[in-house]
């Protein structure tokens, strides 16, 4: 360590000796030339001996420093001051245990402008231009010297004098014009920037600036925010104004970070929505950390799925308004009671909320009683609605609007609900218990008056009139009013009061029994539900049958208020079951086409978004109605959600094939195709598209081609040899042609060729062949040909009958007798019936036999050319003749000729017959 010390000290006395100028410059005040000032060589400026005697102070105190530190391990650190117009700074670095000699800093500035605070002058910048620039005569910068010799400041000028250069250049370039008035400054420029002991200071980090995409997301937050806050609808009164939830966050400049809890339930419920529980954790998790961001993103998102879950509406509301976010908990409950208006609670929550937390401009009791009438009418109907108007009327009551409640009484009384009898008990108290003035209007008061008096005096005169009457005259059961008073206008009595009572009782009375008779129908079924609200939970099946036949006996009474609203009710507990929807949107079909199409909606976008069966019948809704459009985009919704179905991936195509879109309905096919991931859906989809290329578009070359392509990978696939073999029936016509006929054969050889057929299968497409050569063929020896090699397959046919025969015959003890090599042998049945069933029309089955099922198809055939041919003589002629040869194959086949065989091939002997050939 002293020996770098040592070197180190020896660089900076270099360093100092190769000072050419020290500048001094007062414009007020000459300095003598003979005492205070020297020419320079190269640029004639004057130098300041005094600033000269410090650099050379300051040499010798490096020589002492380097000498004392020779002796000095680690850690040692030594500073001096040399004179009073240098500042001296020691700083001590440890690397890999060594101990670095203390460095010196002078204060008479540096070249980044280091700042020195003077009592009398204030502040200074000072620039110190680099060697290259003295030596180029440039003016150097003069800056004023300061005596301060504070820690801080010379440690940040020793600091500065590490940087780089040409940093050092442009720094001194900047400053020169803003430092040249400063006066007496004495500034000496060291080179020290290749001493290792310095310290570098590192460029200022700048502020990341945001991004374009930033800037927007800002922006567009923003307007959401003003769009909030300046939108002031009243959704009580226009219900139709649509409410959407509100921004996540609260400024435009909102950072919200995620917890790795947060994170690990948010990948959970995005990826399993239907998970019911994973979004129970999520929403106590958002709750437990506070953050109203994350809370309004996991309930937004879970209303999304699961929005017939009231008490979530609730919690929601209450955690906005904890916060003071009151407009944000008000129209949280708008949505809420607009997506289960049939929700009891619900609407008493909202109710309380007015009445205690409301603050609105139009906040008090008529608010308060707008709300009780929208939560009457949307959910007073329900049969368990009691606590709901209970509420209300006792909010009247409290208000001591009796009129208001003896309306109400009169809404309630007429609702089928569980406790109709007690609010009829209710009623009558309350109306024995008020003035019939504060219950009335005016006029009807004044008419029920009317009828009391004219009804107690029809009852007095028919007491005057009774002999057993107790001799009291009308006149002493009536009071008598004030002189000049009307009878009109003489206040009631309190029998006329009790007569008035009386009145409104008995006239709610009769309502009350209708109400009464229509309950009883449906107790039974009202006592059948256990479960009205919503739950992922399955309904048992006496619930889920107790309500189906509810809806069948009120869809049968055909009241269409109450079939709506119980289907409504019905779709809360039952919203996870497809059929109750379906019956319900069937029914709305046939009464108002758009509240059935929103049934759909609901449906299929919020609770059974992945079932099939109700997106395709949607589909076919908006089909019937003419919206072509609208169904292929519920289809390929229902098609990107559930990948692999071929029911709708087949349906897609043939609702673009109805609409006249052949191109697109031949891209889905060929994209089907193209997707396949198994070797059956790749089969199942190169059929349907082979088949709509040859039928639909006339591509017959290309579907042909299809086939034969698929037949070499799926050889032992015998639909695909049907399906080639079929398409050459297809083609044949009246002006069908060699090249025609060529291309049949070539599918027929095919299969026949094949050695992945059975025999029977083999069998089966050679009886094809042959028919089709008759029907359609035009060479006559292809067709001999091709009788002589049926016959073949027919006498292996034929063996293997026999055989399957012999063994049937067997007793069961001969079955089961080992062979010679102690196996038991196992007979194949043959394949034949299953192989037609597939595609082919020949069957060979004992009871009919091959040319029994081909003779009844061919006499078929002519039998359907005969009546095309009615109107044409010589067609009918062709007809009759052809059917004249088949009724003698048909007589040879059922009466053998002696000496022949009579099996079941008899009757290709008239091959032979026409042909030449022989068996």
């Not at 500042?87 to 060594?98: C, L, M, Y």
């Not at 985009?633 to 990107?640: A, F, G, K, Q, Y």
Request: glycine letters at 4%; charged letters at 35%.
């Amino acid at each position: 360590m002293p020996g770098k010390s040592k070197k180190r000290s020896s660089r900076r006395a270099s360093k100092v000796a190769e000072v050419e100028k020290v500048v001094v410059s007062d414009p007020e005040e000459e300095v003598p030339s003979d005492t205070s000032k020297e020419s320079s060589e190269d640029t004639g400026e004057e130098i300041d001996t005094d600033c000269l005697n410090i650099a050379k102070d300051s040499v010798m105190e490096e020589k002492e420093l380097s000498q004392n530190n020779d002796d000095v391990d680690d850690d040692d650190e030594a500073a001096e001051e040399a004179g009073t117009e240098a500042a001296v700074e020691e700083s001590t670095e440890e690397k890999d245990g060594d101990a670095d000699e203390a460095e010196e800093a002078m204060t008479v500035g540096d070249e980044d402008n280091v700042t020195n605070e003077n009592d009398d002058q204030g502040e200074n910048d000072a620039d110190v231009p680099t060697e290259g620039e003295v030596s180029d005569g440039t003016k150097p910068t003069e800056t004023e010297d300061n005596n301060d010799d504070d820690d801080e400041e010379t440690a940040a000028a020793a600091t500065a004098e590490t940087k780089d250069s040409s940093t050092e250049n442009a720094a001194a370039e900047d400053k020169k014009d803003s430092s040249a008035a400063a006066e007496n400054t004495c500034e000496i420029t060291l080179d020290l920037s290749e001493d290792e002991s310095m310290d570098t200071v590192e460029p200022p980090v700048k502020e990341k600036q945001p991004t374009e995409e930033e800037i927007q997301e800002r922006l567009r937050r923003k307007r959401l925010l003003q769009e909030m806050e300046e939108r002031k609808i009243d959704y009580d009164a226009d219900e139709t104004v649509e409410v959407d939830a509100d921004p996540e966050f609260d400024t435009e400049d909102e950072v919200v970070e995620e917890s790795e809890d947060f994170k690990r339930y948010w990948e959970t419920v995005v990826e399993s929505p239907q998970d019911f529980a994973a979004w129970t954790y999520l929403l106590q998790l958002v709750e437990q950390e506070g953050k109203m961001a994350l809370i309004r993103r996991a309930y937004n998102s879970f209303f999304k799925r699961y929005p017939l879950c009231y008490g979530y509406w609730k919690k929601f509301s209450e955690v906005e308004r904890r916060k003071n976010n009151v407009n944000r908990a008000r129209k949280i409950l708008e949505r809420g009671v607009r997506a289960i208006p049939l929700s009891v609670d619900l609407w008493m929550h909202v109710t309380d909320f007015y009445i205690k937390h409301y603050k609105g401009p139009d906040a008090g009791v008529q608010k308060v009683r707008t709300m009780f009438k929208r939560a009457t009418k949307a959910a007073g109907e329900e049969f368990r609605s009691e606590k709901l108007w209970k509420k209300y009327i006792n909010y009247e009551l409290e208000s001591k609007r009796f009129a208001a409640v003896l309306e109400t009484y009169d809404n309630v009384l007429t609702i089928q609900t569980q406790y109709y009898q007690n609010f009829f008990v209710e009623f009558s108290e309350f109306v024995n218990g008020h003035n019939p003035a504060d219950l009335l209007k005016e006029l009807e008061f004044e008419k029920a008056h009317t009828e009391a008096r004219e009804s107690i005096a029809s009852d007095t005169s028919k007491k005057a009139a009774d002999p057993l009457a107790d001799g009291k005259s009308a006149e002493d059961d009536l009071d008598e009013g004030p002189p000049g008073v009307e009878d009109h206008e003489k206040p009631p009595t309190e029998e006329e009061l009790k007569h008035i009572r009386l009145q409104i009782i008995n006239k709610r009375k009769e309502v009350y029994n209708e109400t009464e008779q229509a309950v009883t129908k449906i107790w039974n079924f009202e006592e059948g539900i256990k479960r009205p609200y919503f739950h992922v939970k399955p309904l048992e099946r006496p619930q889920l049958k107790n309500w189906r036949e509810y809806l069948d006996t009120e869809i049968v009474r055909g009241d269409y208020n109450r079939i709506v609203l119980l289907f409504e009710r019905c779709l809360i507990a039952c919203a996870l079951y497809e059929d109750f929807w379906l019956k319900y949107a069937k029914y709305m079909t046939d009464h108002n086409t758009d509240k059935a199409r929103i049934i759909y909606q609901r449906a299929c976008n919020i609770h059974l978004p992945k079932k099939p069966n109700i997106h395709a019948q949607w589909a076919a809704f908006e089909e019937l109605s003419g919206n072509l459009d609208e169904a292929a985009v519920i289809l390929e919704r229902l098609d990107n959600s559930l990948q692999g179905m071929a029911t709708i991936k087949m349906r897609r195509v043939a609702v673009a094939r109805r609409a006249g879109k052949l191109d697109v309905a031949e891209n889905f096919l060929r994209s089907y195709v193209a997707s396949a991931s198994k070797e059956k859906e790749e089969l199942f989809y190169t059929r349907k598209l082979a088949w709509f290329l040859y039928k639909l578009v006339d591509k017959k070359d290309e579907a042909r081609q299809l086939l034969k392509d698929l037949i070499v990978k799926n050889n032992s696939e015998v639909k695909l040899y049907s399906d080639l073999i079929e398409m050459e029936f297809h083609s044949a016509n009246v002006g069908s042609t060699e090249a025609d006929e060529q291309k049949a054969m070539e599918a027929f050889d095919i299969a026949l060729d094949s050695e992945n057929l059975t025999e029977d299968q083999k069998f089966s497409f050679s009886q094809k062949k042959l028919e089709f050569l008759e029907d359609f063929g035009l060479d006559v020896k292809r067709l001999q040909k091709s009788y002589d090699d049926h016959q073949k397959l027919s006498k292996l046919q034929k063996k293997r009958q026999a055989e399957l025969a012999t063994v049937a015959d067997q007793p069961p003890s001969k079955k089961a007798k080992t062979d010679t090599n102690g196996q038991i042998p196992v007979v194949q049945p043959s394949q034949a019936s299953t192989t037609l069933s597939n595609g082919a029309r020949y069957s060979t089955s004992a009871a009919t036999g091959a040319a029994a099922s081909y003779t009844t198809a061919s006499t078929q055939a002519h039998a359907h050319q005969a009546a095309y041919a009615t109107g044409d003589p010589a067609a009918a002629s062709y007809y009759s003749q052809q059917q004249q040869y088949q009724n003698h194959w048909n007589y040879s086949q059922q009466h053998p000729a002696s000496g022949k065989s009579s099996d079941q091939y008899n009757n290709y002997q008239q091959w032979g017959q026409y042909y030449g050939g022989s068996r």
